[in-house]
């Protein structure tokens, strides 16, 4: 292909696909016309797959003409094992760390190269917390992300390590060496501590959390002012909440552990 010949043709699914893409958290509700501009479509397309979507149920008009993501996706996203399904298993004992400690409380899983949270209880700190149901974050940069990541397979810790990490403050992790080590620690100790990575007065206490195979699937952290934090005495709890997720996923440990 030269510069001069005209791009593939994009096929039916990646023009539907595009249009349910144009929605993020910064973007929950669109114009047509913005739908049809962040989804690189033009207009007269981006009607007709609009009206399909919204026909389906999958979108929804309001009364100012504008789009949003509609029940119909919400109802398929509850069945995913992890998501809601996940969530409503893990409540319970993301509601007891919660009542333990009074601070803000996550549950996240692995999405590639990102985390995605998918449940976030609000403590009573002022701590700068930038997260939401939904929000993604490198993996290297939280307390969720680095519990994930050391227990993903070696060949990917490898090729994440080498890659560039993105920097949020001053603290955060961007030394591929040093990272290397940390993940090395979380495996040693069964938590991860993030300290003032994303912001420079947070704190992340995070455990894995493990299916019923024992492969890790989620991780759930708490986040507390870094100048007030008690990490030998928020590793444990987060780690008993991690366990009675697990063992609610189905996961049995072996004996001694």
């Known amino acids: 292909m030269t510069a001069s010949d005209p791009p593939p043709a994009r096929s039916a699914p990646d023009r539907l696909l595009s249009v349910l893409g144009a929605f993020d958290l910064e973007h929950p509700a669109l114009s047509l016309t913005d739908i049809g501009r962040r989804a690189g479509l033009s207009l007269s397309t981006a009607h007709r797959l609009v009206a399909a979507l919204t026909e389906w149920g999958a979108l929804e008009r309001d009364e100012a003409g504008l789009y949003h993501v509609g029940l119909r996706l919400w109802e398929l996203a509850a069945l995913a094992p992890r998501g809601p399904a996940l969530r409503q298993i893990a409540l319970p004992y993301l509601e007891d760390l919660y009542e333990a400690t009074h601070e803000n409380v996550q549950l996240a899983v692995q999405d590639g190269p990102e985390v995605v949270y998918i449940e976030w209880l609000s403590g009573r700190?002022?701590?700068?917390?930038?997260?939401?149901?939904?929000?993604?974050?490198?993996?290297?940069a939280t307390g969720v992300g680095l519990a994930l990541l050391a227990h993903t397979d070696p060949e990917f810790q490898e090729e994440y390590c080498a890659g560039p990490l993105a920097s949020f403050t001053p603290y955060t992790v961007t030394?591929?060496?040093?990272l290397r080590r940390m993940l090395a620690d979380v495996r040693r100790a069964g938590v991860a501590v993030s300290t003032r990575q994303v912001t420079p007065d947070a704190l992340s206490v995070a455990a894995p959390v493990r299916g019923p195979g024992g492969s890790v699937v989620a991780a759930v952290s708490v986040v507390v002012p870094e100048a007030e934090a008690q990490v030998?005495?928020?590793?444990?709890?987060?780690?008993?909440?991690?366990?009675g997720i697990s063992r609610g996923l189905g996961w049995r440990p072996e004996k001694g552990t």
């Not at 701590?127 to 490198?138: L, Q, Y």
């Not at 030998?232 to 366990?243: C, D, F, M, Q, S």
């Open 125 to 140: 700190s002022a701590v700068g917390v930038h997260i939401r149901v939904g929000a993604r974050w490198p993996l290297h």
């Open 232 to 243: 030998p005495v928020l590793g444990p709890a987060v780690r008993l909440a991690a366990r």
């Open 175 to 178: 030394d591929p060496t040093r």
